[in-house]
């Protein structure tokens, strides 16, 4: 999957025979998700993310941008104000590596440094792949999630996700070729196991390990009643989890005296 996303990028590249920006930059900034143990918060952050890029710039209004972004995840029923959610008592943290093509348009003509405008709000779209290992900590250590295969799967989930990552942000051009950035996007990856928690309680019995049986209803570890019976409800029953990313960038472009002229 990286390589075909390499790809893409490559060919967007060739699009436009005339000189051109090229752009590289870094972000910081949080990282959240909605999913079964946040069902309702689109905009709760929960770790945080980092990122490096690479852009084209074609004419002031369009680019394609070969992005990489590593985040952190975490939910945890103990702190939600939600009874039901305290009782199920799930938890998770993940980290997150995606790799994009990412497509950009600028609302106004936006060339650092030779051009006319110094800001511009823009929008993105674009598609890539994403790494992805839920984990929780259980008794004082912490266990990947996807080997246990805590709801009964006939094998684990896989590692990597295709992911559609789209949102929105602004530009300011603050001195020179330097740009700041500011951004907002949300993904929908093609998994429901961002948190390792999609469906409905197994039967305990029948999974791998004590400890797999113990990650898998959780909901008696302070009480002593376990409310997981078979096939009772486990998750939200959602066809996906969402993730997004808050990122605060900063960028150099490489403009030449030939650009858009």
Do not use: H
């Given at each position: ?35 079964d ?63 994009s ?10 060339v650092p ?65 330097w ?66 990313f ?16």
């Amino acid at each position: 999957m990286p390589r075909f996303i390499i790809f893409l990028f490559l060919l967007g590249m060739s699009f436009s025979l005339q000189a051109q920006t090229w752009e590289i930059g870094g972000s910081i900034g949080g990282a959240g998700y909605m999913g079964d143990l946040n069902p309702n918060n689109p905009m709760k952050v929960s770790g945080i993310a980092a990122g490096l890029f690479v852009k084209r710039n074609f004419d002031g209004y369009f680019s394609a941008k070969l992005n990489y972004t590593f985040g952190q995840i975490a939910a945890a029923d103990s702190t939600s104000s939600d009874p039901q959610f305290r009782q199920r008592n799930l938890s998770f943290q993940t980290q997150l590596s995606e790799l994009s093509v990412i497509g950009e348009f600028n609302f106004f003509k936006y060339v650092p440094e030779a051009g006319q405008n110094r800001f511009t709000p823009f929008v993105y779209l674009g598609i890539g792949a994403l790494g992805y290992n839920p984990r929780a900590t259980y008794q004082g250590q912490t266990y990947d999630l996807r080997p246990l295969m805590t709801e009964g799967e006939s094998k684990p989930y896989p590692r990597i996700a295709m992911t559609i990552p789209y949102g929105a942000g602004v530009k300011y051009n603050f001195s020179g070729k330097w740009n700041f950035i500011a951004d907002i996007g949300y993904r929908n990856p093609s998994t429901d196991y961002l948190d390792d928690v999609s469906g409905l309680y197994p039967n305990k019995s029948k999974l791998a390990s004590p400890l797999a049986q113990a990650l898998s209803d959780r909901s008696g570890e302070n009480t002593g009643v376990y409310i997981g019976a078979p096939g009772s409800q486990r998750g939200d029953l959602r066809p996906k989890d969402t993730y997004f990313f808050i990122n605060l960038s900063i960028s150099f472009t490489f403009v030449s005296s030939k650009c858009y002229y």
